[in-house]
């Protein structure tokens, strides 16, 4: 059986997706603010950051998400991930689908741990996934949530 959600890097046709998600929920994103962080993420050196969208099977866009390593004095290297749009939807396998994928880059670029970061201004949209990700074993570090990655 196929998964339900999948998590893909923006590419053309899921541009105008993950935007028309972040700005539903943050109107003051506009397609212009789009472009330029979309432009900034790929000067930067290929790998370092990326951000996907998790979509479901019919392609229907329910979360966009920026991840980047990072370097944090008492953990080391983590990857922060940062929730820039997330629908709320019934249960907990979208916010379980977000943390596997950012969990799994972690592994694939040498981190020892995630940094959650969810959107600021709009916590209503993440009230959801902060629930979520509490209930994952991710601890509150300032504003965002931390959590080591699990042996494997």
Not at 90 to 119: D, F, K, N, Q, S
Request: hydrophobic content about 45%; glycine content about 10%.
């Amino acid at each position: 059986m196929d998964a339900l959600y999948r998590v893909a890097p923006l590419g053309e046709d899921e541009d105008a997706r993950g935007f028309a998600l972040v700005n539903f929920y943050d109107a003051r994103v506009k397609r212009e603010d789009w472009t330029v962080f979309l432009a900034a993420e790929q000067a930067i050196e290929r790998g370092e950051r990326e951000t996907v969208i998790v979509q479901d099977r019919r392609g229907y866009a329910h979360a966009v998400v920026s991840t980047w390593p990072d370097f944090d004095l008492v953990h080391g290297k983590i990857l922060r991930a940062r929730a820039l749009a997330c629908n709320e939807t019934p249960g907990r396998l979208l916010h379980e689908t977000i943390l596997a994928a950012a969990e799994e880059r972690a592994r694939v670029l040498g981190c020892g741990g995630v940094v959650m970061e969810l959107g600021g201004d709009a916590a209503a949209m993440c009230r959801d996934l902060e629930s979520s990700v509490r209930g994952a074993g991710f601890s509150r570090v300032g504003a965002a949530y931390y959590r080591p990655l699990p042996r494997s």
